[in-house]
């Protein structure tokens, strides 16, 4: 990402001066496939900007009128796709959505490299979410536009985490966090990405998950790396660990990339926080959860104070607006 990176002059020969690289491979290094590329700099540029349109969005309404966002999305969304859309009108831009799968090209055997190298020919910018782990990576090699990863199978969902670090930001702070992240930590890739963009920060992240669910290995493995900002512990019960959390992020048992069907069953059902269950909580804890949740949290916990699954949602709007508005001014600039 070089949102918060020094200005660049396109040329009419395509060069950027200064730099010396192409315009094209200046590009490239807009897409945001995961948030190993954020750094702590690139994040607190992206939250602040979400504040400064937060508290005045009507001063962002005409920003970016001419632009439009391509939404190509392999995979069921809600959330993702509808608040990517909202963000863009209320840039106001516009969106064309390739639509259902199904009613798409991809039925007549075209590959995900094609569409997206016909798609970026319409649009300033594409939201990719496609099953496959790596395809958002695989993609964003074929396009000049900024490409933005919407989740990639188990892989990453790095759009997912900015908004979740503006929610914790705002509740709890993002230093000195005490975190515990619980459910699914083998196939969750809002996990995934949200571990690494923590270790940018000075962070005690618990992972809470019965054993088949674990964080994959190589992820533990680069956590350790941050060792002097970051310590980490793993958990097969929420216990022994929720008296000392800030924050506990709960994530849905992601049935549709199970192998198996038993294997879920297993599982199913086994990692639940309601009301009784919170006693043992800090008055402060914040209750954060991407969505959609199944049965992980009890709707009681809703009207309580721990609750910021909801306005965790809502931050995705500023938080789309924020990273789009910097990655489309002209040739990328940040500079008011
Ligand atoms: C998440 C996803 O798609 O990974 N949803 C979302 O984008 N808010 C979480 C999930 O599906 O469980």
Same mark, same amino acid.
């Given at each position: 990402?070089? *949102? ?47 504040? /400064? ?29 509808? !608040? %990517?859309? #909202?963000?863009?009108? +209320? ?12 009613? !798409? ?11 997206? +190298?016909?798609? @970026? ?13 790596? &395809? &958002? =990576? ?22 997912? =985490? ?36 923590? !270790?940018? %920060? ?6 809470? !998950? ?9 992820? *533990? ?25 800030? *924050?506990?992020?709960? #994530? +849905? ?7 198996? /069907? $038993?294997?879920?069953?297993? *599982? ?7 009301? @009784? &269950?919170? /006693? ?22 809703? #009207? #309580? ?9 809502? $931050? ?16 990328? @600039?940040?500079?008011?």
């Amino acid at each position: 990402m070089s *949102v918060n990176e020094s200005s660049r002059t396109p040329t009419t020969n395509g060069e950027i001066q200064g730099g010396g690289k192409s315009v094209h491979e200046q590009m490239r290094h807009d897409h945001l496939i995961t948030s190993k590329q954020l750094s702590r700099a690139d994040i607190e540029t992206v939250l602040d900007h979400a504040a /400064e349109i937060d508290a005045d969005r009507s001063a962002f309404a005409d920003r970016h009128a001419d632009k439009l966002l391509g939404l190509l999305f392999f995979e069921p969304s809600t959330r993702t796709k509808m !608040s %990517f859309e #909202t963000a863009m009108k +209320r840039l106001g831009g516009d969106i064309v959505d390739m639509g259902a799968v199904e009613s !798409s090209s991809v039925t007549k055997g075209e590959t995900l490299a094609d569409t997206v +190298r016909v798609i @970026e020919g319409y649009t300033d910018a594409l939201v990719l979410r496609h099953p496959k782990q790596g &395809a &958002a =990576t695989m993609a964003g090699e074929f396009v000049d536009v900024p490409l933005l990863n919407a989740g990639d199978g188990a892989g990453h969902h790095p759009t997912q =985490t900015l908004l979740d670090l503006y929610t914790i930001r705002e509740n709890a702070g993002l230093d000195d966090l005490t975190i515990g992240i619980m459910g699914d930590l083998k196939y969750g890739r809002t996990v995934h990405s949200l571990a690494y963009a923590l !270790s940018n %920060f000075d962070t005690r992240q618990h992972f809470i !998950s019965p054993e088949s669910l674990q964080l994959p290995r190589e992820v *533990v493995y680069d956590l350790h790396q941050e060792q002097e900002r970051v310590q980490i512990r793993e958990h097969e019960s929420i216990e022994e660990v929720l008296p000392s959390l800030d *924050v506990l992020y709960v #994530t +849905r048992i992601q049935r549709e990339r199970f192998p198996d /069907e $038993n294997e879920y069953q297993q *599982v199913a059902g086994k990692y639940q926080i309601d009301t @009784e &269950a919170l /006693e043992t909580a800090r008055d402060e804890l914040t209750v954060m959860h991407p969505l959609p949740r199944v049965d992980e949290i009890a709707p009681a916990v809703d #009207t #309580t104070d721990h609750a910021a699954y909801f306005e965790q949602a809502h $931050n995705g709007v500023p938080v789309r607006m924020a990273l789009l508005d910097l990655l489309l001014r002209d040739g990328g @600039e940040t500079d008011e």
